[in-house]
């Protein structure tokens, strides 16, 4: 059985950063693609960032160029480093473990989240 913990939310003020960190346990880390979704009040929960078990990585627009997705295979740890953050990008954070089919990424194993909350 997949087990997906985020631990690293906490409350920043803006224009800080945040680092989050994804610990996998129960599959081989290392052959699994990895990404963060999140979901803000009142907003639909959308894909943040992946990272394929090659290394490629893809991000939304909204944070391209202001978060980093890496991943640390002896570890079975994937990260989320947040610069720059925004009041926007307050809202719960969720792991989890996935796929690439036709170019998009799929989760398939989910983190219960950590929150996020940048103040203005």
């Known amino acids: 059985q997949v087990q997906v913990v985020e631990s690293g939310g906490g409350l920043v003020q803006a224009g800080g950063s945040l680092r989050l960190s994804c610990a996998a346990s129960g599959s081989m880390f290392s052959i699994v693609a990895m990404g963060w979704y999140r979901q803000a009040p009142g907003k639909q929960r959308e894909l943040v960032a992946a990272i394929s078990v090659g290394g490629s990585t893809n991000y939304a627009d909204s944070v391209k160029g202001r978060f980093t997705i890496s991943r640390d295979n002896a570890k079975n740890t994937v990260y989320l480093q947040m610069n720059s953050l925004k009041p926007e990008d307050t809202a719960v954070y969720y792991c989890?473990?996935?796929?690439?089919?036709?170019?998009?990424?799929?989760?398939?194993?989910w983190g219960q989240g950590t929150r996020v909350t940048v103040s203005s």
């Open positions: 989890n473990t996935g796929r690439y089919y036709s170019g998009s990424y799929y989760a398939d194993y």
